[in-house]
């Protein structure tokens, strides 16, 4: 029995062999796929010799190799001269940029050359005004120190001498006068000065600022299939309104049938992106971002804006200003005493960081962060899929409801 089962196993892959099967052993250790083993030469069938290329096959060959030699050294010939060309369009951008900046340098210097040949004038005209006060107090003492020395000589004089004698009549006492009491340098308009200098630069920190994040500027439209039946879209595709009027929902799949919502036409594709709402024209509103799983139908946490893990936002209700995601909130840090205009959003995917801006001070509202994240859930700020931009319409109570909400264009003021 031994020996014929021996048989067996040797008999069968003997048969196995002659048939021509290969045998495939995978190593038992690991768990991915390797490629077969190649077979043994003691076991491959002899192929039958391929006959030796005919001479005009060999040139043909020869040819086409050429042929190939050739584009290969054009295209690295281009290669080349893309490298050397980005030195030289980068040394042009370079020269662009100090251009730009020396002309606001000269404009600073021009500016500050100009307030100071203003406070310069100022100080020659209350210089020249404050002399001739002073030249009128001199010959008034003059006139006091004469007086004084004919007086005592007439005091030195015999009281018969002194009767003789001519008299002179004293000064009459000068006081200051009320205008020279305003003759100083306007330091009101100083102050006013100073003043517009600090909102000047504070204006000007804020652009150079934003300078930097247009750079990563994103056309966003809206995507009509997403929003509200009583949400209308501009021609232009960039604004949204609510109207009152009361309209049937239709059977888009996209649309949102009871959150007052609407989502950008596409994803933002970017590593970085920065875009800008005008919110002044709304007296309750909610701009974010969110991913394309956000519910729209029905009027829960799953469909609001900020409620839920897949939306992050910003939005103004009864005069607040505050940060949500994941039904937490904070209240906005860089929110100052005047309405918002322009809510700035700013995406890094790589980082996971977004950053929502008072666009016209440029102040951070808030920063959701994967390594800063107070309050909110830290370990969801890795962006897992692209996010959409999102608005939304809030109803204010007791108040009139503005209703305009826009996307701004690039660089708009």
């Known amino acids: 029995m031994a020996q014929s089962g021996a048989v067996a196993p040797s008999a069968g892959i003997h048969s196995l062999l002659q048939e021509g099967l290969s045998l495939a052993p995978l190593d038992s250790s690991e ?4 490629q077969p083993f190649p077979r043994s030469p003691k076991l491959q069938r002899k192929a039958p010799k391929a006959a030796p290329p005919s001479q005009e096959q060999l040139m043909r060959q020869i040819e086409e190799l050429q042929a190939e030699r050739s584009r290969t050294e054009a295209h690295i010939q281009s290669l080349k001269k893309r490298r050397a060309d980005l030195s030289k369009t980068t040394e042009v951008m370079k020269q662009h940029v100090r251009e730009r900046f020396e002309n606001l340098h000269r404009v600073l210097q021009q500016d500050e050359q100009a307030v100071l040949d203003s406070l310069e004038l100022d100080l020659r005209r209350t210089r020249a005004k404050l002399d001739q006060v002073l030249k009128d107090w001199e010959q008034h003492q003059d006139q006091v120190c004469k007086s004084i020395s004919s007086t ?5 004089r015999s009281p ?6 001519e008299c002179h009549d004293s000064p009459s006492p000068k006081k200051p006068g009320a205008s020279e009491e305003d ?5 009101e308009r100083f102050e006013t000065l100073l003043k517009t200098l600090w909102s000047v630069s504070k204006t000007l920190t804020a652009q150079l600022q934003r ?3 247009l750079l990563d500027w994103s056309r ?3 995507d009509r299939q997403t929003c509200h039946p009583q949400v209308s879209v501009t021609r232009d595709g960039r604004g949204v309104w609510f109207s009152d009027a009361t309209r049937s929902p239709s059977e888009r799949p996209l649309q949102f049938d009871k959150v007052c919502c609407a989502l950008g036409s ?3 594709t970017a590593t970085q992106s920065y875009w800008e709402v005008d919110v002044h024209c709304c007296a309750a509103w909610a701009v974010g971002v969110a991913y394309a799983c956000l519910d729209r139908k029905g009027r829960d946490k799953g469909a609001k804006l900020g409620r839920n893990r897949s939306s992050w936002c910003v939005e103004l209700r009864r005069g607040s200003l505050s940060a949500w995601h994941n039904n937490r909130h904070v209240a906005c840090r860089g929110a100052g005493q005047a309405a918002l205009g322009r809510v700035g959003v700013w995406v890094n995917y790589d980082k996971g960081q977004l950053v929502f801006y008072d666009a016209d001070a440029m102040a951070v509202l808030q920063t959701f962060s994967a390594a800063v994240t107070p309050v909110f859930d830290r370990a969801h700020h890795q962006f897992t899929e692209p996010l959409y931009p999102a608005v939304c319409f809030l109803r204010p109570e007791d108040q009139v409801w503005p209703n305009h909400l826009h996307f701004c264009r690039f660089g708009s003021p």
């Open 31 to 34: 768990s991915r796929a390797v």
């Open 152 to 156: 005592r000589e007439v005091l030195s």
């Open 160 to 165: 018969e001498a002194r009767e003789d004698g």
């Open 183 to 187: 003759i100083r340098l306007n330091e």
């Open 211 to 213: 300078k930097t994040l």
């Open 220 to 222: 966003v439209e809206v």
């Open 266 to 268: 596409g994803p933002l």
